[in-house]
């Protein structure tokens, strides 16, 4: 009865909305109770309604509303929390889907459904997009930019913008090459993240630049995609890289002060 692989409806359109998701806590129930309700309703309908034991979750997914796998004799249903509203005759139109009934009028109705809800899809985390601040304690990015910019790219970096990253961006996670781990270029933003641990009186004026000046290169040079992989440090980047006056020291010391940088 059910296709055997995972379907999903997929909402591709970009949500733009703030997210003003009130709290769904009425009457002094919590989000968990409401959810846990909700749950037992949907599951004995589509149960009853699919003649097949049925379980629901809920999630927060941005972008695949509804998917489902039957597992072990049990149709696992994933929905988006906002279903918790969805009355029968959504949950009808749902059973339709779910039986993979070609059927305008139930999709149509799901559409519509998920369209007048999508206050409660969460928006797209912003945490590349965060503004960045330049100033630290040590080191002014802005003043790094503007002189590795104009030493080395005749200053024709103008939409590139500059501050410092999180630090836990890079905690925890295997480690990167070292420039990846201690700068990033973002080509959404054009903007150039460097890690915090380098604003230090540690840190030589030639590093930072050093830093920058490889993070500009990945804003100048395209990405080369082969296939389905994508290569950042390409050949000619590479020789480019080089091209930085004090390269080897610079790779030195970032060598020698790996330690207390990737701590
Ligand atoms: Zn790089």
Redesign the pocket.
């Known amino acids: 009865m059910f296709p055997n692989a995972t379907r999903q409806l997929a909402l591709n359109f970009d949500i733009s909305h703030t997210n003003d998701t009130a709290s769904p806590a009425r009457h002094g129930l919590t989000e968990a109770d409401v959810a846990a309700v909700q749950q037992k309703r949907i599951s004995s309908y589509l149960s009853m309604v699919l003649q097949d034991e049925v379980e629901v979750f809920f999630t927060d997914n941005r972008t695949t509303m509804i998917s489902y796998k039957k597992k072990s004799g049990v149709l696992k249903l994933r929905l988006h929390k906002m279903f918790q509203q969805a009355d029968d005759t959504i949950l009808k139109a749902l059973s339709v889907f779910i039986r993979g009934i070609p059927s305008i009028r139930a999709s149509g109705k799901l559409d519509e459904f998920i369209k007048s809800n999508q206050s409660q899809i969460r928006v797209r985390t912003e945490r590349r997009r965060n503004p960045v601040v330049p100033e630290g304690d040590h080191f002014n990015l802005e003043n790094v930019l503007a002189r590795v910019s104009t030493a080395y790219f005749g200053g024709a970096t103008d939409a590139v913008k500059i501050g410092w990253g999180r630090l836990r961006e890079r905690r925890g996670r295997r480690r990167r090459?070292r420039?990846?781990a201690l700068a990033t270029?973002c080509f959404e933003d054009t903007t150039i993240r460097v890690s915090p641990v380098l604003d230090s009186p540690r840190v030589p004026d030639f590093v930072i630049d050093w830093v920058v000046y490889?993070?500009l290169?990945?804003h100048i040079l395209p990405i080369e995609k082969s296939g389905n992989r994508k290569r950042?440090?390409t050949t000619k980047f590479r020789t480019l890289e080089k091209g930085y006056p004090l390269y080897e020291e610079a790779r030195r010391w970032e060598q020698k002060n790996l330690d207390w940088l990737l701590k």
Do not use: I, K, M, P
Request: glycine share 0%.
């Open positions: 090459t420039s990846r270029y490889h993070e290169l990945h950042y440090h």
